[in-house]
């Protein structure tokens, strides 16, 4: 696939050479990300980071990662500081950001805004989060960790339980599709019935060839698992007080639950944050792969950022 001067809206515009040469590129990245190496390939670079939405890891590592590679950041937090807030159209706004900087990482509330973003860029706008639609390099960043935690297993054959809010959450569908690239992945969909998976999702998932379960069992899914994938309920998005009121404490994670269900080596996850759904005792576990995973963030957010700019050759 190319990536050079391309926007990237969603998981569906990877194969797995993308996916390789990306995280080729992700691993060649650590000791800059480590400072044990410096880079200043991106100097005179400007990256405009829009964050419409709440963000902390997603806002702040797009902006390490490119300051670790020489750039610098220009951004922009929540609705209310912005020229949306005056009523000023997204594609408005784009037209003029886009002669501020050299690429544009956006998220918005709206699903399909990235796109709606891209659409009118001159510039590559990566999309970081657009309502419950995607979350690309969110995906990117669980699906390289996967293969980090578990060397020389890969992904293709392995079961993985995806747990929590299926249903309004944006995580999932991204990492979800990105899986299906791989051969024989197999899906324990667990959450209470108002948050399970939606059928489109489910079908598309077999009809990529992949096995799909729905399930409310948490413990069965879990002795079955190689990879958990748990997520919080995405409250804000829950128009309904009495779901929310009904699903609140459904499932929780904790170490006995970990330790007496799952393998030594099944590798947990969360795209964070957490809320109550994740104790904190679980976190010393060494199969507890979480903030590796928010850490790996950089990696990744770093080579695609080199890769959209065309600057890859040059990292040294
Ligand atoms: C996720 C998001 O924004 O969708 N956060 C993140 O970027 N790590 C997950 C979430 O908010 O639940």
Redesign the pocket.
């Known amino acids: 696939m190319e990536f050079e001067n391309r926007s990237i809206v969603s998981v569906n515009q990877f194969d797995l050479a993308g996916l390789d040469t990306l995280f080729d590129l992700a691993r060649r990245m650590k000791p800059i990300a480590a400072r044990q190496a410096r880079s200043n390939v991106l100097d005179g670079y400007i990256l405009g980071n829009l964050f419409f939405e709440p963000?902390t890891?997603?806002r702040m590592s797009f902006a390490s990662a490119f300051m670790r590679l020489g750039g610098q950041v220009n951004s922009t937090t929540g609705t209310v500081n912005s020229s949306l807030a005056k009523g000023e159209s997204l594609a408005d706004t784009i037209t003029m950001i886009q002669s501020y900087c050299d690429v544009i990482v956006m998220r918005h509330h709206q699903r399909g805004a990235a796109a709606e973003a891209a659409a009118v860029s001159s510039v590559p706008v990566i999309n970081a989060?657009d309502g419950n639609g995607e979350?690309p390099t969110?995906a990117l960043q669980d699906l390289f960790t996967i293969l980090e935690e578990r060397p020389g297993r890969g992904v293709d054959g392995m079961t993985i339980a995806v747990v929590g809010d299926l249903k309004f959450?944006?995580?999932v569908p991204s990492l979800v599709n990105l899986l299906c690239l791989h051969a024989g992945v197999r899906f324990l969909f667990v959450a209470p019935p108002e948050l399970q998976i939606p059928g489109a999702i489910l079908r598309g998932v077999r009809d990529m060839g992949c096995q799909a379960i729905r399930t409310s069992n948490l413990d069965a899914a879990l002795e079955e698992a190689d990879v958990v994938y748990l997520?919080?309920i995405?409250d804000e998005r829950i128009a309904d007080a009495k779901v929310r009121a009904t699903v609140r404490g459904s499932y929780v994670l904790t170490r006995a639950k970990v330790e007496s269900r799952c393998r030594k080596d099944t590798v947990i996850l969360h795209?964070?944050?957490r809320i109550d759904e994740l104790h904190t005792d679980v976190d010393s576990l060494p199969n507890a792969a979480y903030f590796r995973q928010a850490a790996n963030s950089i990696l990744v957010r770093m080579a695609l950022l080199l890769l959209v700019l065309g600057k890859q050759a040059d990292v040294g």
């Open positions: 963000s890891r997603t989060g979350h969110q959450g944006r995580c997520t919080r995405q795209p964070l944050p």
